[in-house]
T-cell receptor, first 111, second 111 residues
Framework: DVKVTQSSRYLVKRTGEKVFLECVQD?????MFWYRQDPGLGLRLIYF???????EKGDIPEGYSVSREKKERFSLILESASTNQTSMYLC??????????FGPGTRLTVT | GEDVEQSLFLSVREGDSSVINCTYT??????LYWYKQEPGAGLQLLTY?????DMKQDQRLTVLLNKKDKHLSLRIADTQTGDSAIYFC???????????FGTGTQLKVEL
């Protein structure tokens, strides 16, 4: 079974803090993704990566950056957290039929 | 543009069949997918269908694809309370680098 893990289930940070969200997959997938999910707005793609050190902006990259130093690990970075970044963050990796496998999510609250 | 639409809510009685509908706009999608999300969790891949198929059955799940109308449906037979969740359809876009998700259908199963 594909396993995608995320570093935290719940996180509370203060405005202005730097926040790291980490995602690890164990299936040697090349593509990895970061989404945020908000009520009424569905899933929105922040960034994705199709190889180590390669990244592409998704639909809402502003205020975020990413890092992919190893194939199995994809990190989302909030350089200076703001309250409008309070959300559920979901990481995924994709398989041979482009199906995406999701982690359990990190619920981030910025106060 | 690429838009995937679903109705927001569906309520069924335990033991009945549920049918969740989805319309998509990208006729070049090679794969279409159904995901399930339980409260506070990530998305779980339920099934997928290749675009040259009309139907796919997997235990209690039946997927129907009408390419002419760009309509996808998920039928859950003998719906149980454990099926209560949000169901998302998704289509492959961007050459497989991305999935576009629907808005999600909240399925409520009543006793």
């Amino acid at each position: 079974d594909v396993k995608v893990t995320q570093s935290s289930r719940y996180l509370v940070k203060r405005t202005g803090e730097k926040v790291f969200l980490e995602c690890v997959q164990d299936m040697d997938h090349e593509n990895m993704f970061w989404y945020r999910q908000d009520p009424g707005l569905g899933l929105r793609l922040i960034y994705f990566s199709y190889d180590v050190k390669m990244k592409e902006k998704g639909d809402i990259p502003e205020g975020y950056s990413v890092s992919r130093e190893k194939k199995e690990r994809f990190s989302l970075i909030l350089e200076s957290a703001s309250t409008n970044q309070t959300s559920m963050y979901l990481c995924a990796s994709s398989g041979v039929r482009y199906e995406q496998y999701f982690g359990p999510g990190t619920r981030l609250t910025v106060t | 543009g690429e838009d995937v639409e679903q109705s927001l809510f569906l309520s069924v009685r335990e033991g009945d069949s549920s049918v969740i509908n989805c319309t998509y706009t990208d006729s070049s999608s090679t794969y279409l997918y159904w995901y399930k999300q339980e409260p506070g969790a990530g998305l779980q891949l339920l099934t997928y269908i290749f675009s040259n198929m009309d139907m796919k059955q997997d235990q209690r799940l039946t997927v129907l694809l009408n390419k002419k109308d760009k309509h996808l449906s998920l039928r859950i037979a003998d719906t149980q309370t454990g099926d209560s969740a949000i169901y998302f359809c998704a289509e492959m876009t961007g050459g497989g680098n991305k999935l576009t998700f629907g808005t999600g259908t909240q399925l409520k199963v009543e006793l």
